[in-house]
């Protein structure tokens, strides 16, 4: 495990990210200073004051520098007309020897013993030492910056990009293994680079149209760098159903599936959803309830109702043969069309009773007419209350009328005080 970040970290990030000039730097003991002066780069003492100025090659243009503690091994990069960028080791004997070209060469640093220069290219940290570049890390940014902790573990500095909130610094740390990890707390991370909070809460402003300022400090605290993936506002913008997907360390616990309230502090997770894609969501046009299918890892697409309180949410444990799950006029209930074993089933919710009802089996869900619903089959349409079965009625509401001649379908039997569907057991009505 990767050890955290800590104040001479810290102050040693910040120490560089102070200095006036990107091109310029220091060296990790503070003595030796190398940056910019006209075609070349100048290393300066800082104690004695004495200056020693090297050449660029020829046309090119001083892009970053770094310099050990000996003050005599320095790196730069320098960009040439074409716009590849080309990076060079520097000593008294050889004030510019090429190591790499990139179209895309960014930050640089040398340990503090000069044995070892970094450096980043897109999304990839690089290591130099003697003759040989190696790949130490790919990471899941676009990276701009590296740099040596006194420990020797690198700190790099990369950004992320959605669409909640443009480009946000993010910060990664690494060992002389390639093992790395993230800087997951938004504070920690504005500590080295003041801002960060400020994007976020520019990011969640547009995410979460229904949470004021405190609100909005409540889900950074929640979700960090995790926006919404996935996100369906309710009609009056109130409410909202969204999934996290952590995208910057995929086993970060706060993936998952939520449902948030304006003025209500932290989103609720929803329950029954572990390991589920949320794939859709309808509100009721009152806002007050949402159904929600889900995709579970088989593939198989589910039903999930969510009212006020999340955990009192209600699942229909079949696969959902039909995506759309409309509302009926009142919007007291919803409908779907299941598959119950072999049968299609109709199940209909009862949002005032709290449960899912089964309502027929062998039809194929066409919608509502005010609040009932309507069903059919080769050719017949019926328009049946979405209640429970009524066994004076439930052969002919199951099957039509007449009775196939070999009788009841076997996933459906009428017992003394229960109707059963595909393997649903309904109470029956007295």
Not at 42 to 51: I, K, V
Not at 188 to 202: F, Q, T, W, Y
Not at 318 to 324: A, F, V
Not at 354 to 370: A, I, S
Request: hydrophobic share 35%; with cysteine.
């Amino acid at each position: 495990m990767i050890q955290g970040l800590s104040e001479a970290d810290r102050v040693s990030w910040r120490t560089r990210r102070q200095l006036p000039e990107r091109s310029s730097d220091l060296s990790p003991n503070g003595r030796y200073e190398v940056g910019a002066s006209g075609d070349a780069i100048a290393l300066q003492d800082r104690q004695d004051g004495f200056c020693e100025l090297r050449p660029l090659p020829p046309e090119r243009g001083l892009e970053r520098t770094t310099i050990a503690d000996d003050g005599r091994t320095a790196a730069f990069s320098a960009r040439d007309p074409r716009g590849e960028t080309h990076l060079y080791v520097s000593t008294p004997e050889q004030p510019a020897r090429e190591i790499a070209s990139a179209w895309a060469l960014y930050g640089i640093d040398f340990s503090p013993n000069g044995n070892t220069l970094a450096y980043v290219s897109l999304d990839q940290v690089k290591i130099h030492e003697g003759e040989t570049t190696r790949t130490l890390a790919k990471l899941p940014n676009q990276l701009d910056e590296v740099h040596y902790l006194p420990d020797g573990r690198l700190l790099v500095q990369g950004r992320s990009t959605h669409w909640t909130n443009g480009s946000v610094p993010t910060f990664w740390l690494l060992d002389s293994s390639g093992q790395y990890a993230f800087v997951n707390d938004p504070r920690a991370a504005e500590a080295l680079e003041p801002g960060v909070l400020k994007s976020l809460d520019e990011g969640y402003s547009n995410a979460f149209p229904m949470a004021d300022a405190e609100q909005r400090g409540v889900l950074i605290e929640q979700f960090g760098y995790h926006t919404p993936t996935f996100r369906q506002p309710s009609p009056d913008k109130d409410r909202m159903v969204f999934s996290v997907r952590p995208r910057l360390e995929p086993t970060d616990s706060r993936g998952g599936i939520y449902l948030a309230r304006g003025g209500q502090g932290a989103a609720q997770r929803l329950p029954l959803t572990a390991g589920s894609e949320l794939t859709d969501v309808e509100w009721r046009p009152d806002s007050r309830e949402a159904a929600v299918v889900l995709t579970r890892p088989n593939g198989d697409a589910q039903l999930l109702i969510v009212g006020d309180r999340a955990e009192e949410a209600s699942l229909l444990p079949h696969r959902l043969e039909k995506r759309e799950t409309p509302w009926s006029g009142s919007g007291r209930y919803a409908a779907a069309q299941v598959r119950v074993d072999d049968l299609t089933t109709i199940f209909a919710f009862d949002t005032e009773k709290r449960t899912f009802l089964p309502v027929v089996t062998g039809y194929q869900l066409e919608g509502w007419k005010g609040d009932l619903l309507v069903v059919s089959r080769d050719g017949q349409t019926l328009e049946l209350e979405p209640t429970l079965l009524d066994p004076r009625h439930a052969p002919g509401q199951l099957f039509g009328s007449p009775l196939p001649e070999d009788g009841l379908d076997p996933g459906v039997r009428i017992e003394p005080e229960h109707v059963v569907v595909g393997g649903v057991r309904v109470p029956r009505k007295s």
